[in-house]
């Protein structure tokens, strides 16, 4: 059995995919001194810049496809966040019986630092963010990594010196994990996503799960209450569950089950007697019904670590948001431009849309489908869409799946769509950039699309 700091010298390590996930768990297995092979279906100058590096330290890598003779006599795989199932690498392993584990769970082996894990459909990178945020401003030293842009891998100096691991994850990397273990863990909410991957709603949510997998009574986990799914897996929890929501009569469960909930304007959070914290409503910079489920996620979690009531106000107070999360890009002859590139769901676009009046956006929508219901956007759209321009590979269905009951017109680029959207709005009015669909087919990744918006809006700026 493979544990913390398992001693892996001279095992053979095929490690699926070359993306920063891939590389940091090659970098951390080679320190280790694993024999490691690494296995990347793409190929690219950047790819190969890596590949390069790797090679220099005696790992072997094949860009361009999968052999199978690559794997042969593997002790066990590292699978990178992204790589789906039906992937070659993958089918061989599970039919050759060969272990497969996610980068996290990998990295875990090594790190001695208590980690705090959050998970969701949406909202994961704000409260991954803050909740890091709250324990820096309590003087612990913190690690903030994961699912939110540098893998938990690539942070293994750190790892002795860390009073906490703040590790955003994934369903792709939680349903490989086996004995990843957060001292508090944190799902947020259970929507539709991923469906390019996994089998159904089902099969999504086991995934999600699996973050209490092996947790115990020592441990903590955060869920939202108005979740009906959260609700069924909080019964066979065997942390202690901390529940919170906006709404304190929610059917079949008692308001003193609340740990955290909403009350004459203001979030009241008690973990006990005498651990409690209450912060007004409106001294919260971040807007929307999303942002104060995740505030409170992240008072409950803080609370829950010991955390004094003062860093937790401290940093409420004054936090103004992410980049490519509902982010103010310009306004331009009273029509605002706003970056929302990070919601790749159809909840999320559900929610940002929610936070403006109606009838007041022109919404910008597309990209890789993840096998999205986008039909259940009916009613916010409309409620608060004036118009639709549809992108990237998933256009024609966003068309079909809108055109019923909003007016959607399609562009072949961000930048047509953005001029179309210009030409359209008047003052007042907005224009919102929110996919509801993965980047990668005309972009890196979403920060890469957001940023190529906003270029864009400076581009009109400048004219």
Known sequence: ?????????????????????????????????????VSENSDNKALRAKAKILIKKKARVELGGHNPEFFKAADFFITSPGVKNKALPIVWAKKNKVKIYSEIEFASWFCPAPIIAITGSNGKTTVTTLLGKVLKQAGKKIVVCGNIGNPFSGEYLKFKKADFIVLEVSSFQLEYIQWFKPCLSIILNITQNHFDHHRDMADYAKAKAKILLNQDKTDFTVLNAADNLLREIAKKAKARVLFFSRDKNLPRLAAEDLNCCLEKEKFMVQVDKNNKFDFALNALKIKGEHNQENVMAVSLAAKALGINNQAIAAVLSRFKGLEHRCEKVAGINGISFINDSKSTTVDATDKALSVFADKSVILICGGRDKGSNFAVLEKKLKQKVLCVIAIGEARQKLLTAFSRFSPVLTADSLNQAVRIAFKQA????????????????????FEHRGQVFKQIVQGIIKK
Do not use: E, W
Not at 13 to 29: C, F, M, P, Q
Not at 426 to 445: E, R, T, Y
């Open 1 to 37: 059995m493979y544990t913390m700091n398992r001693n892996i010298k001279d095992k053979k390590i095929v490690i699926i995919g070359l993306s920063r996930s891939g590389y940091a768990a090659a970098i951390l297995a080679l320190k280790h001194k694993a024999k490691v092979y």
């Open 426 to 445: 008047k003052s007042k009015q907005s224009i919102l950039l929110s996919p509801m669909c993965a980047s990668f087919d005309m972009f890196d990744n």
